[in-house]
């Protein structure tokens, strides 16, 4: 039963991290028209009865510096995903995972990153349009709602872990910082610092 539960929880999971960036906010293109693309089953709906709209849509993309970020993130994480499949059957601490405990979370937060600053530098605003009128805040909160989604993902998967791989994990994050390299770099020079002071000071008595 525990098992059952267990593999529920990561397809959840899963499902979960593949759904989040549909709320994305999307700029004009098509029938999307600067609103949440939840819509994207109408607009894979007209695209099957016209799919020529696809090629105008991909202007969308176009000399944009968040298309630069986006299709990294994307890549990196397809890598991650990838990485991810063929190890599967064991706690990963190795390719992606040796540097970051939730590399794939972190591609898909740089994902998002990229097309939020593609909304920015699309997104139509008319004053005349009360709704427009705060379009930027509204591209900005989904795009803090869908971090914190993922943070919370990836706590939910480390209790998943946890429960699974006990000491073994625990070594793990003592080792290997949760999403972002700097900060564990920060603390490790931290920790540094006091040993030596410490050191200085048990010299000098």
């Keep these: 039963m525990s098992k059952t539960v267990e593999k529920l929880k990561v397809v959840f999971q899963y499902l979960a991290s593949i759904i989040i960036p549909i709320f994305q906010y999307v700029p004009t293109a098509s029938i999307w028209h600067g609103i949440m693309s939840i819509p994207l089953i109408s607009y894979l709906i007209f695209f099957f009865q016209d799919p020529s709209i696809f090629q105008s849509d991909l202007s969308f993309f176009d000399f944009y510096f ?13 890598y991650c995903l990838i990485y991810q499949l063929i190890h599967r ?9 040796r540097i970051i405990r939730h590399p794939q979370y972190l591609s898909l937060i740089i994902l998002i990153s990229g097309l939020t600053a593609i909304s920015f530098q699309t997104t139509p605003i008319t004053i005349s349009d009360p709704y427009d009128r705060y379009s930027y805040l509204i591209v ?17 998967e480390e209790i998943s872990l946890k429960a699974r791989y006990g000491q073994d994990f625990m070594k793990y994050i003592k080792k290997v910082p949760f999403m972002y390299p700097f900060l564990r770099l920060g603390k490790n020079r931290s920790l540094e610092r006091e040993k030596k002071e410490k050191t200085i000071v048990d010299d000098l008595f």
């Design 66 to 78: 968040g298309t630069v970020i986006a299709f990294f993130g994307l890549g990196l994480y397809l």
């Design 89 to 97: 059957k064991k706690l990963i601490q190795t390719g992606p995972y």
């Design 140 to 156: 900005f909160i989904i795009w803090i709602v869908e971090v914190l989604a993922y943070i919370t993902l990836a706590k939910m």
